[in-house]
């Protein structure tokens, strides 16, 4: 934590020094996708049951679930009156938190814990389309970033609530049908480059 007080106090002691400011925002693509604990989201590849490697809650009304979320990592470089700033997002599935009841696999509930993941991405997406609308300075970068994450991770939690809310955990079908349906529709029309 001090060292993080640290690098941020470093960033805005100098930051008015620079008279020239970029911006990347950039999408973490790893190229192995199953080493570890972590799962990095990509648009191509689905979950399977052998990816929940946690222990069921034998307690939960849940048949399975998917710990996922999404983060970022900041860095700035400098030289010449010049920086850059680097924001690198990823979304994630963390196999250990996330469990099944063996005797409820299904497709139909696989398919509801993918969206799940897929209504993280949703929303690292949107993380993404924010940062790269925002109006960032060398005083601001780190706060508005900051400020920018919560709002999103709020989203985030508020879609993952409705979801299960409305779909019952997926046990009312027809809703169930209209939420994959939904989800399905924001995949397509995402761009990500």
Excluded at 27 to 40: E, F, K, L, Q, V
Excluded at 56 to 67: D, G, L, V
Excluded at 154 to 167: F, I, V
């Amino acid at each position: 934590m001090l060292k993080y007080l640290l690098i941020i106090s470093s960033f805005l002691l100098c930051s008015n020094t620079y008279a020239q400011l970029t911006v990347n925002i950039l999408w973490h693509m790893p190229a192995s996708n199953n080493s570890g604990d972590t799962i990095y989201y990509k648009p191509n590849e689905k979950l399977n049951w052998n990816d929940f490697k946690g222990e069921p809650n034998k307690q939960s009304i849940a048949a399975a679930i998917t710990e996922s979320g999404f983060g970022y990592r900041l860095s700035m470089q400098s030289t010449n009156k010049k920086a850059t700033i680097e924001i690198t997002v990823f979304c994630y599935f963390s196999k250990l938190n996330s469990w099944v009841k063996p005797d409820l696999k299904s497709d139909y509930a696989l398919k509801h814990e993918q969206n799940h993941f897929d209504i993280t991405y949703i929303n690292a997406c949107l993380f993404i389309q924010r940062l790269r609308a925002a109006d960032f300075t060398p005083d601001n970068f780190v706060s508005l970033t900051e400020k920018i994450n919560d709002e999103c991770f709020n989203a985030l939690e508020k879609m993952q609530n409705d979801y299960d809310g409305q779909t019952k955990n997926g046990r009312v079908k027809n809703i169930q049908l209209a939420w994959n349906k939904k989800i399905d529709q924001q995949l397509g029309s995402l761009i990500t480059d």
